[in-house]
């Protein structure tokens, strides 16, 4: 079993920069992760993943250039860097793991997510 619990959303001005982090705990060795965003109405969207390694990583069209992914194994955690942020980028993320790919059925374990708010 593993348990993942994000942190560092919150409030910011357009074109500002906020870092999220998700710390897993449980079975997470050797499993790859990422993030997944909601926002209100819509579907939920991958945003980025990792692999274990780090040496892998992909992102959503919408999340290049912007958005970077890190992961520390050390710490068991996985980040993500949002800089020139959008009042689109508005939306609750997830922190996944024990998966691949681009889609929500993709993962098996999910956070309980994090709100970030960009005001314009």
């Known amino acids: 079993q593993v348990q993942l619990v994000e942190s560092g959303g919150g409030l910011v001005q357009a074109g500002g920069s906020l870092r999220l982090s998700c710390a897993a705990s449980g079975r997470i060795f050797g499993d790859n992760m990422g993030w997944f965003r909601q926002a209100p109405g819509k579907e939920r969207e991958f945003v980025a993943s990792?692999?274990?390694?780090?040496?892998?990583?992909y992102y959503a069209d919408s999340a290049k250039g912007r958005f970077t992914i890190s992961r520390n194994n050390a710490k068991n955690t996985v980040y993500l860097e949002m800089n020139s942020l959008k009042p689109e980028d508005t939306a609750v993320y997830y922190c996944?793991?024990?998966?691949?790919?681009?889609?929500?059925?993709?993962?098996?374990?999910w956070g309980q997510g994090t709100q970030v708010t960009v005001s314009s």
């Open positions: 996944v793991a024990g998966g691949w790919g681009s889609l929500p059925t993709d993962y098996t374990y």
């Open positions: 990792i692999t274990w390694s780090g040496g892998i990583t």
